[in-house]
């Protein structure tokens, strides 16, 4: 079904991200350590994680034929770090994005297909908590800066967030909320549980 196909994509693609972010964060921490062996007994105030994290790290486009090299971004290595941590900012963005994707392409195009498909005139004849609560998600993130609001916390079957609370989506929660949509979708359209293949 397009629908899944969609959502087994967007959950690769977010996998493929948080595993760049382990990755690109090893190698720093790689070249860190490096060096400050390559500096030990050189310069004892530039050999400690602590000075290397106040050195400078851009992202930038590397230079063209046709264009010169451009700076796209500049922090610090430890900056860097933070973003990248496993807990870090960049994986709370990533969960924002993938929910706000995930419940837009269904509410947008694939609720009105799926209800076509089974003999209904309209979306709104598809009714689910799973996806109103999705609804109330992506709602905190887009226009409460991924504050929980009072409708989050009283989902019905994403119990995840307390009202006030900043929202971080983990993957432990977003392999959950897959396996809740197979499910949904499984039902929906009465597909027997054994032409269903294991992920």
Not at 12 to 31: N, S
Not at 40 to 60: C, I, Y
């Amino acid at each position: 079904m397009e629908f899944m196909e969609f959502t087994h994509g967007l959950w690769g693609a977010y996998l493929d991200a948080l595993g760049g972010l382990r990755c690109v964060r090893e190698r720093l921490v790689e070249f860190q350590n490096a060096k400050i062996a390559e500096l030990k007994g050189k310069d004892a105030a530039q050999t400690s994680e602590e000075f290397m994290d106040t050195q400078t790290l851009s992202h930038e486009f590397e230079a063209t034929t046709e264009e010169p090299q451009r700076l796209l971004q500049r922090s610090t290595q430890g900056d860097f770090k933070r973003r990248t941590a496993v807990d870090g900012p960049d994986a709370r963005l990533l969960g924002y994005m993938m929910t706000a994707l995930l419940y837009g392409a269904w509410e947008d195009v694939y609720r009105l297909k799926l209800a076509l498909a089974l003999g209904h005139s309209e979306k709104n004849a598809l009714q689910s908590d799973l996806f109103d609560d999705l609804r109330q998600l992506r709602h905190a993130i887009v226009h409460h800066a991924g504050i929980a609001t009072e409708k989050v916390e009283r989902s019905k079957t994403l119990r995840w967030f307390r009202h006030g609370e900043l929202m971080f989506i983990t993957s432990d929660q977003v392999d959950a909320l897959y396996h809740a949509i197979d499910n949904y979708i499984t039902e929906l359209c009465g597909i027997p549980q054994e032409l269903i293949p294991q992920v």
